[in-house]
C-alpha cells in the first residue's frame, strides 16, 4: 500500500506509543535543548492541534501530547504534522489554524530538530542490494544477447513495495527463483550462443512466397453454389459469424472449402541430401456450440515425390511441423502444396483453413558444406585458433568483454580467469566444442549474483559529504530508471572516462529520446496510476450496462449469478425442471434479452484496455518530453486517442481518428475529459466488477495524485455492499447509500475526503464511459473539497486541484519517482531532497523536466549513505 | 532421420524395447531394492517390503455421469457385485484391481462469488483442495498431495516426483475468465505461487530419467551433465562469497537467501550422486512427441510405467489434457472439439460422443494399467498390486460445470492396504479426504489436515 505521505506504514507503531505515554511524557526532556519545543512550537501546537490531537483525543490516530522521551524521538509522528501542515489540509475547514508564521516556524522546528537535517551534509539514505525484476531481466537479456527470454511465463512474479515492483526489500531470492535462474541461464545461452562453428545450410521459405491459385473448376462452382443456400451461421445468441481473416501475405492459406493449390519453383546449388521442414497450421474461428464438419486432404510433393498425403479434420489452431529427408539434384524444384475439399456439401461454420507458415530447407548434408550458423560472428569474430594457449587467450578475450557487460562493471582479472578455467574444463577433454565451453562460462555469468544483483561502488567525497555512488553505478541506476534495462555502450563509456556524473543531464535527454524510455512510461506511469491494471481488471459490461438501463426488473444486479444460474437450468433436462424453475428460467431468458449482449455498447475488450493504457502513458510521456506544466496531467484539453477509444468513450468523431494509431488530438469544447483523472484507465481500475466505486477512485486521488494520504478503516467494518441498501422500501444510489455511512461520525473523518472526490466521477461508469443516469435517476456529481472549494462538475473539481492543490501534485509525484528511481521506500530524511525537488518545479514555472532532472541531481540517487571504506574494498 | 518418416517408425522402436523391458523385471527391480538398502526407511514401502508407488492421472472436462457410474448394487448389498459401466467397460478385465469411488466433491472449485472459470478452478484444485485466487497474474494456489508426498518420500529414490502432461502447447494468456492460465495447465504445485511445470516431450522425460544419448552412453552423459552443473555452481558460488565480504551487512541477507538457494540445488546433485548410475532400460529413446494423440498418451503412460518399473520414482502426476481442452478425436470419428461438446445441450448425438470421448480415455488408462499388471515386482506381486493410481477429473458434468461426484477411480491393491473390486459411495465426502488417507499409506507422517479435508476416508 503506498501513501504519497508515507504515512500509513507508521500507524502500527504509533498506535503502540500511546500505551506507555502518558507515564513517561516529558521525562526525557532535557534542560535547554527543548526550550524551542516548550516555549515556541508546544504553544502553536495547543492553541492549534490539541483540541483533536491531546487529552486523550486521537483524532486519525495521532495525539500530539503523548510521547515516550523526547518529542524529537517520533520522527514518524512528526512526518504526518509536516504532510498536513504542508498541505495545509489540517486544522479542518471551519476551524481556526496557524497563521503563516507560525505554521512556518513548526514546519522548520520538525525539519531541523526532528530530522536533524543538515544541509551542508544531506543524507542520501541507502538503498538495498537490488535483484534484477522479471521486467529488467528480460530487458537486460535482449539488449545482451538479443534474446526475448519470456520471464512473465518463466519467473514466479514479484512482490511489490510501496506500489512498485522495483523494491530492493521486496525482491527476495526464494530457492526455487534461483533454479530458474539457472535454468532460464541455460536455455538463453542455448538459444543464443551457437556451440558449434559450422551447421548444414538453412534455408527457410515463407509461406507467402508459394504462388496461390483457388481452381475454378467444377468442384469450385459446386461449392460456390452450396454457399450461397447455407442459411447464414450464427452462434446461439444470434450474433452473425464473422468472416474468416484477412490472409497474412507472409503465409500461404488455403480453406478446407476451396481446391487450391500453392506452388513455388526454387533453386538447389548442389546435388545431396537435404531435410524439408513443413510448418503448418490448422486454424478455425472459434463459434460456440455450432460445429464444423468439414475435411480436406492435403498432398505436399517435392517434384514428383509424394511426402504428405493427409486429411484433415479441424483442428483447433494446431501447429503442426513435419520433416522429410530427401535426395536433390542441383538446379530447380517445385514445391507444390494441394488442398482437396472431401466434404462439398457441409456446410462452412468456422473457416478452417490450412496455414503454411513456411517450409525449411535444410542441407545438404556433409562437412564439405557447412556453414556458420546464425549468429556465429556476433560471439565468435574470429576462427578459433588450435593450440592450447591460444585458445585460452581467446577465450579470455570473449569472456572479459562478456562479463564485463553482464556485471555492467569491469571486472577482476581473477574472476576471467575463473571463467576461463570453466570453460576448459569442458572443451577440454576434446569432447566437447571450444564453442560449448564458451557458453557454459557464459551460462555461470547470468546464474552469478553479480548479474542478477546491482551491485554498486562508491567513491569518497572530497568535500566530507557521504560517498558518491561510482560512475558506473550511476550509469546502471540511470538506465534502470529511464530504459528497465542495463546502460548502453555510451553510458559505459562515460563510465570510463569517469565523465558521466558531469554530462547528467544531457544523458537524460538522451535516453529520453531513445526508444527504451518506453519502459519508464509503461513501468513507472504504470505502476504510479496503476494503468498497467486496466489490461487485466476483471468488470462485467453486462452488469454495469444493466445498473443503466430504465426499465430494470426487481432482479439481482450481479449478472454472474444470473447467467450461471439461467445456464444451469437451461442445460437441465426439461424433464426434470420443476414449475417454479420454469417460471424462473423464462423470466432470466426475457431479462437477458433484452439486456443481454446487444445493449451492452462497445466491449471493453483487449483492444480498448490497451488503448486506454497507452493513452495514460502517452500524455505523460508527452507533459515530460515536450517540458509542459504538470498540471496538465490534471487538466488539459487535449488527448491521445484512436478511433476505437474515441468511440468507446463516444467523443464525438475527430476527423484525425481513423484507425488503430493513436493520436494526439484537441478535445471538443466543453469535454469533461483531458488529464489523467478522466482517462479510462483510472476510472476503471478504481471500479469493482460490476460498479463504480466512488470510495476507492477518492482514496486513489488522495493517495496518488494528492498526497494525502488515509488511514486504513478500523477492522469488523461491514463491506459497503453489506450496509443497507434499501430504506423505506427503496433502493438507494450509491450516493445516498455513502451519505448514511457518513452519519457514522468513525466514518466520516475520513470517508468526508474521500467520497466527495469520488463522487464527482459518478457521471463515468466502471468501464470509464460516459452516463447521466443510474437506475433510471440522474446522477449528481456536486460537492465539496476538505479545503472548502465547492464544485459541481467533474471539470470545476479538475480545475479546483489545478489552482488550489497544485503543490500538493508536486510532492506527490516527487515522491513517486523517487521511490522507483531508488527501489526504497523514503522516509523523513528524504524530505530536504523532496523540498529541492518541489522547489526546482517551482521555480520552473511547474514544468515536468524539473521533476526528472530534480530526481537525478539529488544526493538520493548520486550517493549513498554509506562507509567509505567499502569504496576501496570494491576492487579486487 | 529415416526417409519420410516423420517421428512414427521410431517410437515402434521403443515400443519393442519396452517389450524386452518388461521380460526381466524382478532382476531390474531387485537391484533397486539393494539401492534402497542404502537408505532404511519406512516411506513409500509396501508390507512386504516392496516400493509402494502412487500416481495422479486427470482427465479433462468431466464424463457423461449417467454413462459412467455403474447402477446403485442391488439393495445396497456387496459392493463387488455391481456391474461395470458402458465408459468403465474398458476396465472390466481389471476390475479386481480398481475400486469405483462416488461421492466425492471439490467444492473448492465451485464459484461461489468468483463466477465463471469452473475449468480452470476444476483443473488448479484437483490436487489441492484450496481455493484459487481468480486472477490472471498474481497466481495463489495450495500445495498439491503429490507434492507432500513427494516431500516426505522423495528421498527415497533418485526423483522425489515426476510431472507429465500430453498437452504439448499451452497457452499463456486469455485462458479461462480472467484465472491466470497456470490453473488450467498445472495439477502439481509445490508452494500456493509454484506450480510443477509438467514435462510434455517424451523425450526430455526419458532423458531425465536416464540421461541422454544411446544405451551404454546415457550414464555418462547424466554424469557429465552433474559436472556441469556443479561447475556452475562453484563459479557463482565463489561470486557470492566475494560479493558478500565486499557488501555492506544490511546486504548480506540478499545474498545469504541466494547462497542457501545455491546449497540446496548442490544437495540435490549429491542425492542423485549417491544413488549411483542411473538404470539404462536400454532401449532407444524416443524421439519426440508422436504424430498422434494416441500414440503421445500410449508412450506417456509407458515412460510413467518405467519409471516405476526402475523405482526412479514413487509419485507421479500426468495431466492428459488440461480443463477445457477443445481438441478433437478424429481417430475415433468425432471431429468436434472435446469442451464444445460437453456443452450438449441435452442432445444426444452430442452425449453419445462425449462419452465415447470419456471411454476413449479409459481405455488407454486400462491399457497402462494392464501393464503394471504384467510386470512383476520385488516381491512377486504386480508392480500394480504395489501401486494406489488415482484416474479423475475436476469436474463432473462438463455440461453443468459442476464438481460434486466427481468421476474417480482408484487403482492397485497399495501393496494389500487397499480394497478393490469395488463400487463405493462415499456420499458426499471432501475429494481430499480421500488423499489424507492416500498420504498415510504411503508413509506421510503427522498429516492433520489436507487442504478441506475434514477427515480420513473410512472403507477403502
Known amino acids: 500500500m503506498m501513501n504519497c505521505g508515507y504515512a500509513s506504514r507508521n500507524l502500527t507503531a504509533i498506535s503502540c506509543f500511546s500505551l506507555v505515554a502518558a507515564v513517561c511524557f516529558g521525562s526525557g526532556l532535557r534542560a535547554g535543548e527543548t526550550d524551542k519545543y516548550e516555549t515556541q512550537i508546544r504553544p502553536i501546537l495547543v492553541e492549534n492541534c490539541y483540541g483533536c490531537h491531546a487529552g486523550g483525543e486521537k483524532n486519525g490516530n495521532i495525539a500530539l501530547d503523548e510521547f515516550e522521551g523526547d518529542v524529537r524521538q517520533s520522527p514518524a509522528l512528526w512526518q504526518k504534522v509536516l504532510v498536513q501542515l504542508r498541505s495545509r489540509s489540517m486544522p479542518p475547514l471551519g476551524e481556526a489554524g496557524p497563521s503563516e508564521d507560525q505554521r512556518t516556524l513548526t514546519m522548520s522546528w520538525i525539519k531541523s530538530d526532528v530530522f536533524k537535517h543538515d544541509p551542508t551534509r544531506p543524507d542520501p539514505g541507502v538503498v538495498t542490494v537490488r535483484r534484477l525484476n522479471r521486467i529488467e531481466y528480460r530487458n537486460t537479456i535482449r539488449d545482451l544477447l538479443g534474446v526475448d527470454y519470456d520471464t512473465n511465463a518463466n519467473f514466479p512474479s514479484d512482490d511489490t513495495g510501496y506500489g512498485f515492483d522495483n523494491i530492493a526489500d521486496v525482491l527476495t531470492v526464494s530457492p526455487l527463483l534461483l533454479e530458474k535462474y539457472i535454468s532460464a541461464a541455460k536455455a538463453i545461452v542455448n538459444q543464443a550462443v551457437p556451440i558449434v562453428s559450422g551447421v548444414a545450410p538453412r534455408r527457410t521459405i515463407p509461406g507467402g512466397e508459394f504462388i496461390k491459385e483457388v481452381k475454378n473448376d467444377g468442384l469450385a462452382k459446386l461449392l460456390n453454389e452450396l454457399a450461397s443456400k447455407d442459411e447464414t451461421p450464427g452462434n446461439r445468441f444470434g450474433r452473425p459469424v464473422q468472416g474468416p481473416p484477412k490472409d497474412d501475405p507472409m503465409l500461404l492459406t488455403m480453406s478446407y472449402k476451396e481446391h487450391t493449390i500453392g506452388k513455388l519453383t526454387t533453386n538447389v546449388n548442389s546435388e545431396g541430401r537435404y531435410a524439408i521442414e513443413v510448418n503448418l497450421k490448422a486454424a478455425e474461428q472459434f463459434v460456440d456450440n455450432i460445429f464444423d464438419y468439414n475435411r480436406c486432404t492435403l498432398t505436399f510433393r517435392v517434384d514428383d515425390e509424394l511426402l504428405v498425403n493427409r486429411e484433415f479434420v479441424r483442428q483447433g489452431n494446431e501447429d503442426l511441423s513435419m520433416t522429410f529427408d530427401i535426395r536433390m539434384e542441383a538446379g530447380d524444384h517445385n514445391l507444390v502444396f494441394e488442398v482437396i475439399p472431401t466434404t462439398p456439401d457441409q456446410p462452412q461454420v468456422r473457416y478452417l483453413r490450412l496455414i503454411v507458415k513456411n517450409v525449411t530447407l535444410i542441407g545438404p548434408a556433409g562437412d564439405a558444406y557447412l556453414v556458420p550458423p546464425l549468429n556465429y560472428a556476433r560471439y565468435f569474430p574470429k576462427p578459433v585458433p588450435k593450440s592450447t594457449s591460444e585458445r585460452r587467450e581467446y577465450a579470455g578475450e570473449l569472456l572479459g568483454q562478456f562479463v564485463t557487460k553482464a556485471y555492467r562493471r569491469p571486472v577482476d582479472n581473477k574472476t576471467i580467469d575463473r571463467l576461463v578455467s570453466l570453460a576448459e574444463s569442458v572443451y577440454g577433454n576434446g569432447k566437447e566444442t571450444f564453442e560449448s565451453g564458451i557458453a557454459q562460462s557464459m551460462t555461470a555469468v547470468l546464474a552469478s549474483p553479480r548479474f542478477l544483483f546491482r551491485e554498486e561502488g562508491f567513491v569518497p567525497d572530497a568535500d566530507g559529504g557521504h560517498p558518491w555512488v561510482d560512475d558506473y553505478s550511476l550509469a546502471t541506476r540511470l538506465s534502470y530508471f529511464l530504459w528497465s534495462t542495463m546502460p548502453d555502450q555510451e553510458l559505459f563509456q562515460l563510465a570510463a572516462q569517469g565523465d558521466l556524473r558531469t554530462n547528467l543531464d544531457s544523458q537524460v535527454d538522451r535516453m529520453m529520446n531513445d526508444a527504451r524510455s518506453s519502459a519508464f512510461f509503461q513501468n513507472f506511469v504504470g505502476q504510479w496510476l496503476q494503468s498497467r491494471e486496466v489490461e487485466s481488471v476483471t468488470i462485467d459490461s453486462g452488469a454495469v450496462a444493466r445498473r443503466e438501463s430504465e426499465a430494470r426488473p426487481g432482479m439481482n444486479a450481479t449478472s454472474d449469478v444470473d447467467l450461471e444460474r439461467r445456464n444451469f437450468l437451461r442445460n437441465k433436462p426439461a424433464s426434470e425442471l420443476t414449475d417454479a424453475e420454469k417460471l424462473e428460467l423464462e423470466k432470466l431468458q426475457n431479462f437477458r434479452q433484452a439486456f443481454g449482449s446487444r445493449n451492452r455498447g462497445p466491449n471493453f475488450d483487449e483492444k480498448v484496455r490497451r488503448a486506454m493504457r497507452s493513452e495514460t502513458e502517452l500524455l505523460f510521456q508527452h507533459v515530460l518530453k515536450n517540458d509542459l506544466p504538470l498540471t496538465d496531467l490534471i487538466d488539459c484539453n487535449y488527448a491521445f486517442l484512436n478511433e476505437e477509444l474515441a468511440k468507446f468513450y463516444e467523443i464525438p468523431m475527430l476527423e484525425s481518428l481513423n484507425g488503430n494509431e493513436m493520436r494526439l488530438v484537441k478535445l471538443p469544447e466543453g469535454s469533461l475529459r483531458g488529464g489523467i483523472l478522466t482517462q479510462g484507465t483510472f476510472l476503471a481500475v478504481t471500479s469493482n466488477p460490476n460498479r463504480t466505486s466512488p470510495v476507492k477512485r477518492g482514496l486513489f486521488i488522495l493517495e496518488n495524485v494528492l498526497g494525502s494520504p488515509i488511514a486504513a478503516p478500523p477492522p469488523n467494518i461491514p463491506s459497503l455492499e453489506d450496509a443497507s441498501k434499501q430504506r423505506d422500501g427503496k433502493t438507494l444510489s450509491l450516493r445516498e447509500t455513502l451519505a448514511i455511512h457518513r452519519e457514522n461520525a468513525v466514518c466520516s473523518s475520513c470517508h468526508n475526503k474521500m467520497d466527495p472526490l469520488g463522487l464527482a466521477f459518478e457521471n463515468f461508469n466502471a468501464l470509464g464511459r460516459y452516463r447521466e443516469k443510474e437506475f433510471g435517476k440522474t446522477i449528481d456529481v456536486a460537492g465539496m473539497l476538505s479545503s472548502g472549494e465547492k464544485f459541481s462538475s467533474v471539470t470545476q473539481l479538475k480545475k479546483a486541484i489545478v489552482d488550489n492543490h497544485k503543490q500538493e501534485v508536486y510532492y506527490c509525484l516527487a515522491e513517486k519517482m523517487m521511490t522507483y528511481a531508488l527501489g526504497r521506500g523514503l522516509d523523513f530524511r528524504d524530505n530536504y531532497a523532496l523540498d529541492n525537488i518541489v522547489q526546482r518545479i517551482e521555480q520552473s514555472g511547474g514544468k515536468a523536466k524539473a521533476l526528472l532532472i530534480g530526481v537525478v541531481n539529488s544526493p538520493q540517487f548520486l550517493k549513498t549513505r554509506i562507509k567509505v571504506a567499502y569504496a576501496s574494498s570494491l576492487r579486487e | ?460
Open chain 2, 1 to 460: 532421420m529415416t526417409k519420410r518418416t516423420p517421428m512414427g517408425m521410431k517410437r515402434r522402436q521403443f515400443l519393442r524395447g519396452i517389450g524386452v523391458c518388461m521380460a526381466l523385471p524382478a532382476l531390474e527391480s531387485m537391484q533397486s531394492a539393494k539401492a534402497l538398502a542404502f537408505h532404511p526407511t519406512e516411506l513409500a514401502i509396501t508390507a512386504s517390503g516392496a516400493p509402494l508407488r502412487t500416481a495422479f492421472i486427470y482427465f479433462p472436462n468431466g464424463a457423461i455421469p449417467a454413462a459412467w457410474w455403474p447402477a446403485a448394487t442391488a439393495g445396497g448389498g456387496d459392493a463387488k457385485s455391481y456391474a461395470i459401466s458402458q465408459t468403465l467397460k474398458p476396465l472390466e478385465p481389471l476390475r479386481d484391481s480398481i475400486q469405483v469411488l462416488k461421492g466425492l466433491d471439490n467444492l473448492s472449485a465451485d464459484g461461489g462469488r468468483d463466477g465463471g472459470g469452473d475449468h480452470a478452478r476444476g483443473n488448479g484444485t484437483f490436487l489441492t483442495g484450496v481455493r484459487l485466487k481468480k486472477s490472471a497474474s498474481d497466481i495463489q494456489a495450495g500445495v498439491s498431495i503429490d507434492q507432500v508426498i513427494a516431500k516426505s518420500v522423495g528421498d527415497s529414490t533418485r526423483f522425489a516426483s515426476l510431472e507429465m502432461t500430453c498437452d504439448s502447447k499451452r497457452q499463456t494468456s486469455g485462458c479461462d475468465s480472467g484465472y491466470s492460465c497456470a490453473y488450467q495447465y498445472n495439477i502439481s504445485w509445490s508452494s500456493a505461487t509454484t506450480p510443477m511445470s509438467p514435462e510434455s516431450n517424451p523425450r526430455s522425460i526419458f532423458e531425465r530419467l536416464f540421461g541422454a544419448g544411446n544405451p551404454g552412453e546415457r550414464n555418462d552423459s547424466l554424469a557429465r551433465r552433474r559436472n556441469e552443473q556443479k561447475s556452475v555452481l562453484d563459479f557463482v558460488l565463489e561470486d557470492a562469497r566475494s560479493m558478500q565480504r565486499r557488501l555492506p551487512s544490511s546486504d548480506r541477507d540478499k545474498l545469504g537467501q541466494y547462497l542457501d538457494g545455491i546449497r540446496d540445488i548442490e544437495k540435490r546433485i549429491e542425492k542423485s550422486e549417491r544413488f549411483g548410475a542411473a538404470k539404462d532400460p536400454e532401449i532407444e529413446t524416443p524421439a519426440g512427441v508422436p504424430d498422434t494423440y494416441e500414440k503421445y498418451i500410449q508412450l506417456t503412460y509407458d515412460l510413467l510405467f518405467l519409471a516405476f518399473q526402475t523405482d526412479s520414482t514413487r509419485v507421479a502426476s500426468l495431466l492428459l489434457a488440461h480443463d477445457g481442452s477443445n481438441r478433437s478425436f478424429d481417430h475415433i470419428g468425432i471431429v468436434e472439439g472435446h469442451h464444445d461438446l460437453t456443452h450438449h445441450q441435452n442432445k444426444v448425438e452430442q452425449i453419445k460422443k462425449v462419452q465415447e470421448i470419456d471411454q476413449w480415455y479409459v481405455r488407454m488408462f486400462s491399457g497402462f494399467l494392464d501393464k503394471l499388471a504384467r510386470a512383476e515386482d520385488v516381491d512377486g506381486k504386480s508392480l500394480l498390486y504395489n501401486s494406489m493410481i488415482i484416474y479423475g477429473s475436476g469436474n463432473a458434468d462438463g455440461n453443468r460445470h459442476t464438481h460434486s461426484d466427481l468421476p474417480i477411480v482408484l487403482a492397485g491393491n497399495a501393496g494389500g492396504a487397499l480394497t478393490p473390486g469395488r463400487f463405493v459411495d462415499h456420499r458426499s465426502k471432501p475429494l481430499t479426504n480421500l488423499y489424507l488417507s492416500m498420504a498415510d499409506r504411503m508413509g506421510v507422517q503427522d498429516l492433520k489436515r489436507f487442504g478441506d479435508s475434514t477427515d480420513r476416508l473410512g472403507d477403502l
